[in-house]
């Protein structure tokens, strides 16, 4: 991102967001509540859990399966679809918190990542054992209970709601897979990369949620079509803007150190073409992706790399041209006009995001 100022969120993306913030805030107190009484030590789970979902995130996938559910003639209102999006920042907090143990981040949105926070707190106090190990074991018991919660907020789903509510799950955590496998070979192809994109991220963040709030509103068979040829575009679009937010982003906005995806070894788009494309001292400096004691200077010569080969330029270009297809594909939705103008709406944020 070249844009110094940050781009504004729109008003399809922050009306969704109220009512589903109230209602996980609703549950997560109800649930923390109900198991202090009968447990103190229960408290720092939870709260760390309501901390997580309610203090952060964008909530572009209630947001998609709200404006597909009312286009499709659901009441914005409808306690369904408020549930339904309290779902997906659950079920977002549990692929985040998992995801941030399997790559070993230190921070998330600014703060320490939930494996890290209790770790600290286990060293803190001297208690028996290994930190890093009763940390990730917490994260991932917290991970696992946001899941549940989604499970149950969705347990009285239309049926064909709910089976696209299990094939997203099924979806991300083979996309987690491609790119954990990805990652530790560091070997990535540009059909490999833009399958990872397409699995873990752009089908569980638009696609899918598009699908499921059609569902809800009992226009799933008439809608699916139209809706896919929206959604998978724009759902790699998003990924794509994820990949250079995450070698480019300002951490200020992004909340993660700068670089922490190429100390991963992120299997992205970008890297396969910088790598299609450079010169053998290029490719020198390229090899250094993936190592975990990346310097800054490191990071920054691997950021010209992927200016000098047009690597950055050509993501750009695909998130522009994948933005524009998005939106044209909307001519044949057979949804209400408020809907289609936030979907709209929505498709020029995801490829213009900051953060």
Not at 307 to 318: Q, W
């Amino acid at each position: 991102m070249t844009s110094t100022s940050p781009v504004a969120i729109p008003a399809a993306l922050s009306a969704v967001a109220a009512p589903v913030e109230a209602r996980l805030r609703s549950i997560l107190e109800s649930e923390s509540a109900r198991w202090v009484a009968i447990d103190s030590d229960l408290a720092a789970p939870l709260e760390v859990l309501t901390g997580f979902v309610v203090n952060g995130g964008k909530r572009l996938r209630p947001a998609f399966c709200h404006w597909a559910f009312v286009g499709a003639g659901g009441a914005a209102n409808d306690p369904s679809i408020i549930d339904t999006g309290a779902a997906f920042e659950l079920l977002h907090a549990f692929a985040l918190v998992h995801d941030d143990v399997m790559d070993g981040s230190s921070t998330r949105r600014g703060e320490p990542t939930v494996h890290v926070a209790f770790d600290t707190e286990h060293a803190s106090h001297q208690w028996n054992g290994e930190s890093r190990r009763f940390g990730e074991g917490v994260a991932i018991l917290i991970g696992d209970l946001a899941e549940v919660y989604a499970d149950r907020l969705m347990s009285n789903a239309p049926r064909a709601a709910f089976e696209i509510w299990n094939e997203l799950k099924i979806e991300l955590n083979i996309g987690q897979f491609l790119d954990v496998l990805g990652a530790a070979r560091g070997d990535v192809d540009l059909a490999t990369a833009r399958r990872i994109v397409r699995y873990k991220s752009g089908k569980y963040t638009i696609e899918r949620p598009l699908h499921v709030g059609a569902a809800l509103a009992g226009r799933l068979n008439e809608l699916e079509a139209p809706l896919s040829r929206y959604g998978e575009p724009l759902g790699e679009a998003f990924q794509l803007r994820d990949d250079i937010l995450g070698t480019f982003g300002d951490s200020a906005r992004t909340g993660k150190p700068v670089g922490d995806d190429l100390r991963e070894g992120k299997p992205t788009p970008m890297l396969a073409i910088a790598l299609a494309r450079a010169t053998p001292s290029q490719r020198s400096i390229l090899n250094r992706v993936g190592s975990i004691d990346l310097a800054l200077d490191e990071i920054l010569a691997i950021q010209s790399v992927f200016t000098e080969t047009g690597a950055l330029s050509e993501v750009e270009a695909s998130i522009t041209q994948l933005t524009a297809q998005a939106i044209s594909a909307l001519d044949d939705a057979e949804i209400t006009t408020e809907a289609l103008d936030a979907l709209r709406e929505l498709a020029v944020y995801v490829g213009a995001r900051d953060v």
